[in-house]
């Protein structure tokens, strides 16, 4: 009996255990401070253009993740400290990689991120226009002149 009440606690921890490790805040618990509407208008221009890294689909200024709120914060001091945009994004990119970035440089490296979908694409409407060629030049031939088509 004492192994099974043993059994039941450890289980009840750990699932206890799990539900904290998820657990993130709701609001950031000091709101940032602009010093004037430009550089708010230019904070948040800048931070839909950058992904957050724990959520990967939501942009830096829609993440509410731990992170998302801390890479906010380092955006803004870095704006404090007369950084340009490019600079910004660089240093970002330096810590985290290009990730970081909705639209990453134009690179060599990069080629099949941005060209990989319009070759796919085009691929499969080549693909597809052969098949229909295809099919269209063997569909009159199993059907003889003699035979009466009935619609």
């Not at 948040?44 to 992170?67: F, G, K, M, P």
């Not at 796919?120 to 009159?140: E, K, M």
Request: net charge neutral; glycine share 6%; hydrophobic share 45%.
């Amino acid at each position: 009996m004492k192994a099974r009440a043993a059994a039941w606690l450890v289980a009840l921890t750990l699932a206890g255990t799990g539900a904290l490790a998820c657990a993130q805040p709701v609001s950031d618990p000091a709101p940032l401070q602009y010093r004037d509407p430009a550089e708010e208008a230019r904070f948040h221009a800048l931070t839909a253009e950058l992904r957050c890294v724990q959520c990967q689909n939501q942009s830096l200024a829609d993440s509410n993740a731990q992170i998302a709120h801390d890479l906010r914060r380092e955006v803004l001091d870095l704006m404090h400290q007369g950084r340009s945009d490019a600079q910004i994004k660089q240093f970002l990119v330096e810590r985290y990689g290009e990730f970081v970035l909705y639209r990453p440089q134009v690179e060599s490296r990069t080629w099949l991120l941005w060209f990989g979908p319009a070759v796919l694409l085009l691929g499969g409407a080549g693909l597809l226009l052969v098949l229909v060629r295809r099919r269209a030049r063997a569909l009159p031939a199993a059907t003889g002149p003699e035979e009466p088509q009935e619609w």
